[in-house]
């Protein structure tokens, strides 16, 4: 283990290396002999407090980068670059890249086009940036939001450090108990692929007066796409997929949240998902046309009229969850997030999969941990129960298509303790699966216990 590890290490201490004495060698160049190097020359350019780039190429924000970037992972852009080969390449070449940076020089390369299905039908387009574009969107990333995130809305809760979606259910929760039992809920078409290039940068451009960052935000706005090994120019929106996306979205959308706290509204926005709570429908529709018209006019942008509306908030979703209709409203799962739900579990217990129940259990397993370490703060738990009968009802169905198809019929059945006599009985019986999942003689060899030992999480776990 010695032998393998002393590499990484070996190569990781270079790498900090690197960052770390570009960054101290920038005085002693600057102070010797009486004259002006390149670095003194872009600090006279602007003020000292304009030094924008410096603090994005500084090592301490490099080195958070870089690990930001490898802990995520990611797919290779257009270039092929693996997110494991980016350190060696940047121990190569990152004082070259460093200068492009702060001379306001450096080219982002074009974004992969990737197309992932949305769960309501159709398609989203993601921009995969390379990973050396994807390590310096992070770094620019983090220095802006150190400067910014404290000034964004308390309202606002998506893409944010110490705030979640979590937070923002809870929050519209608190607003329906207070008695606002109206929503304004509010969809952006296509919010991502059509935010105004001009307007965001005339954003940025009021808190940043280094030019060099500005060019640098600009040209990963307009970079351009791949599909089809062609590059398209691209003069709208802020491909997902990249670090700098989401807060780039946040800062787009601030306005609205300005104009929604101007107004005394009671609000909670996640992205491009808003809702605005009142006391009535009526209310309800005049906010929802005025905010239209500033949603057009001010911020260049559509509101989705079919997944738009003025309702009660338990007949809405928002964020996977909605709410029961009680004065003392409960958090409840939306029904097309269980639909989602019952769909992946159907992909990954079809009956002629051809795969071990072992292996299957461990692939479900993975996606069960994940669901209820989001829904974990459901608070209607008959609907995780009966989800979680279910689910051991496809399990056992799968088993029983299994054991009949196999050579030893009823050798498992025996092993699991149930009489002969009460398999055979059940073996005899012309049902299908599903519904021979549900007789006694298979509860009897597949209780609840089997399945926990498989390594299943009990769903219920999650409250």
Request: hydrophobic letters at 35%; aromatic letters at 8%.
């Amino acid at each position: 283990m010695r032998r393998n590890s002393t590499p990484d290490k070996r190569q990781k201490n270079q790498l900090e290396l690197a960052f770390v004495d570009e960054s101290r060698s920038e005085a002693p160049r600057a102070s010797t002999g009486g004259t002006e190097s390149a670095m003194a020359e872009r600090r006279a350019e602007s003020p000292a407090t304009e030094q924008w780039m410096e603090e994005v190429c500084e090592g301490e924000n490099c080195k958070q980068a870089l690990a930001r970037v490898k802990a995520n992972k990611g797919s290779p852009g257009g270039d092929g670059m693996t997110v494991q080969q980016l350190p060696d390449y940047l121990k190569q070449h990152w004082p070259t890249i460093r200068e492009q940076l702060l001379q306001g020089h450096y080219v982002p390369h074009a974004v992969k086009r990737v197309e992932i299905p949305k769960p309501d039908g159709g398609v989203r387009k993601l921009g995969i940036p390379t990973v050396l574009d994807r390590f310096i969107q992070q770094a620019v990333m983090q220095v802006l939001q150190r400067k910014w995130d404290r000034t964004f809305s308390d309202h606002s809760y998506g893409f944010r450090p110490g705030r979640s979606a979590h937070q923002a259910v809870a929050k519209a929760q608190q607003y329906i108990a207070d008695g606002y039992r109206w929503v304004v809920d509010l969809d952006l078409e296509k919010f991502f692929d059509r935010v105004n290039h001009d307007k965001l940068m005339a954003q940025i451009a009021q808190r940043v007066g280094d030019k060099r960052m500005l060019k640098l935000i600009r040209s990963f706005l307009e970079c351009g796409v791949v599909e089809g090994g062609l590059v398209s120019p691209v003069d709208e929106g802020t491909p997902q997929g990249g670090p700098l996306s989401p807060l780039l979205s946040n800062i787009a959308l601030d306005e609205l949240d300005r104009e929604l706290e101007r107004r005394s509204h009671r609000f909670v926005r996640y992205a491009d998902d808003c809702n605005v709570y009142v006391r009535s429908q009526r209310a309800g529709a005049r906010v929802m046309r005025s905010l239209k018209r500033f949603i057009a006019h001010r911020l260049r942008l559509k509101v989705n009229d079919e997944k738009s509306a003025v309702a009660r908030p338990w007949e809405r979703k928002f964020l996977g969850f909605s709410f029961t209709s009680a004065r003392k409203p409960k958090r409840r799962i939306a029904p097309k997030a269980i639909l989602r739900f019952q769909k992946r579990v159907r992909e990954l217990t079809k009956r002629m999969r051809g795969v071990s129940i072992e292996q299957m259990a461990e692939e479900l397993a993975r996606y069960l941990r994940g669901w209820i370490g989001y829904f974990r703060q459901c608070q209607t738990p008959t609907v995780l129960q009966r989800l979680e009968e279910w689910l051991r009802h496809r399990l056992r169905s799968v088993l029983w298509k299994q054991w009949k198809r196999g050579p030893a019929r009823f050798a498992e059945l025996r092993k699991r303790g149930v009489d002969a006599a009460l398999a055979a009985q059940t073996a005899g019986s012309k049902r299908g699966p599903w519904r021979v999942s549900c007789s006694p003689a298979l509860f009897l060899a597949l209780p609840n216990a089997y399945f926990y030992s498989l390594g299943l999480p009990p769903l219920t776990a999650a409250l």
